[in-house]
């Protein structure tokens, strides 16, 4: 049979790694390879009182039909949340969606025409980059510090070289994939290059919330003074991401159009999950749990560096973030890092091999860490193994030359 696809259908496929993480799912396997928060930390127990609150009070409502936009309580909490971080906003301002990732697709949807180009970090986040490619976009990819993020110079050139560039795709605290954070001073550049380029800027902010060290930093949206920052966070890293709760944070005549391409989409965000969260929020502290991750993943990205320098061989360099999830590492040039993660299969431990986040080639010699979803003990016995494979292979770099 002729399945008929759509031309777009060519650019997208299932992620490499979607299928690297259906391996590492077996238990014996101890994985850094995916991207989960820590299980234990969600509030399961309170969730069972809120969801009784929820179905008690407004039942009907929480299981109806209802408003694009999303539900007005919710709304009003991330409008109060994000000024604690240093973005003022309205209720109108801000749209739900089925997760960040949605909100993702949607700008996808809204911005790019066939051919246009999106300039990111290089690396960047992989589903990003799938949703992009399902557009037909070209990537322009700058380059990062390791301690600073986006190379403002580099971007400035890559602005000169692009005029017609629809926007900066930025990560700018604790990267996905590499954990690096953008400094407080690049910030206002890339405001100002976007301001004298008129360029428009997707802030991707899941991770920004979850600073575990280091000083707090406004989100560039804060520096923002033509409405020109699509602003995009989520409860997933700070609540739970099964219950797929995004936003977007942007001015109104964005916000419009997104809800349009939302309708077609899913109508709306699932109320009774809207519900959920902002009654959890009503009865609950949602700072003192996050504080709880906080300290976990302090625990176990400081676990994980420490045995990086006891483990690994020692002439590679690594991000040490303050926050999120992940940490990077470079290997020697030459090195595949698919083959470490082939044999680190074999000796029961993953990670992620870093040249799918690069989105117009290849940098082999990488790889990804995730620290949030194992325990400490899980932590230094995987990262003992992998330090195995590592001194072995690297001895025998001849033969992985590629
Ligand atoms: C950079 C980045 N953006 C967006 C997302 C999507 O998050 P969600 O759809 O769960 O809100 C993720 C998830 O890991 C991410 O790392």
Redesign the pocket.
Known sequence: MEHKFAERARFVTSSETREILKVTERPEVISFAG?LPAPELFPVEALKEVCNAVLNEEGAAALQYSTTEGYIPLREAICQRMKSAGIDSSIENVLITS????A?DLTGRLFINEGDTIICESPT?L??INVFKSYNAKFVEVAMDDDDGMVMEELEQMLRDHPDAKFIYT?PDFQ?PTGRTLKLERRKRMIELANQYDVLILE?N?YGAVRFAGEELPPVKHFDTEGRVIY?S?F?KIFT?GL?L?WICADETFIDKYVAFKQTADLHTDSFAQRITAKYMELYDIEEHINKIKAVYKERCTAMLSCIEEFFPNHLSYSKPEGGLFIWVELPEGIDSAHIFTECLKNNVACVPGAPFFPNGTQKNTLRLNYSNMSKERIIEGMKRMGEVLHRELQNDSLLTV
């Open positions: 991207g997760g960040s990732q949605q993702i986040y589903a990003a990560i996905n991707d899941p995009l989520t997933s991401p797929r995004g």
